[in-house]
C-alpha cells in the first residue's frame, strides 16, 4: 500500500490550504484514515481521524478550522485547513491502519504559515 500526500505549500495567516492523501488500495482496507503533523524540535502528533463508517475527530487545536473527508471512489483523504496560524508550521503525514493493525506512512507535505 503506498500513500500520497500533496497540497502543501507557504500560505499566510489567515489563510487556506487542502492536503490530499491518495492511497494505492481501496479505502475500505483501513479502519482508521489520519493526518498527523510534526513541526521542527516537535513530537508528531494527531490532526485528525476518519473511521470506515465516516466518524470524525479532531485535534482540539484544529477543531473549528479543519476538517478531515475522504472520497471512497477516489480513494483519498483530504484535510481541509481554514484560518491558518504559523503554529500550525509543519510537515503533514498521512497514515491509514488495516484491520489487522498493520500502519503506512505517507512521505509528508510541508505546510509553512507566515504570519
Known amino acids: 500500500v503506498q500513500l500520497q500526500a500533496s497540497g502543501g505549500g507557504l500560505v499566510q495567516a489567515g489563510g487556506s490550504l487542502r492536503l490530499s492523501c491518495a492511497a494505492s488500495d481501496s479505502l475500505f482496507a483501513f479502519s482508521h484514515l489520519d493526518w498527523y503533523r510534526q513541526a521542527p524540535g516537535k513530537q508528531r502528533e494527531l490532526v485528525g481521524t476518519?473511521?470506515?463508517?465516516?466518524?470524525?475527530n479532531l485535534a482540539d487545536s484544529v477543531k473549528g478550522r479543519f476538517t478531515i473527508s475522504r472520497d471512497n471512489a477516489k480513494n483519498t483523504v483530504d484535510l481541509q485547513m481554514n484560518s491558518l496560524k504559523p503554529d500550525d508550521t509543519a510537515v503533514y503525514y498521512c497514515?491509514?491502519?488495516?484491520?489487522?493493525?498493520?500502519?503506512?506512512w505517507g512521505q509528508g507535505t510541508q505546510v509553512t504559515v507566515s504570519s
Open positions: 476518519i473511521t470506515r463508517g465516516g466518524s470524525t
Open positions: 497514515h491509514a491502519r488495516t484491520w489487522s493493525a498493520i500502519e503506512y
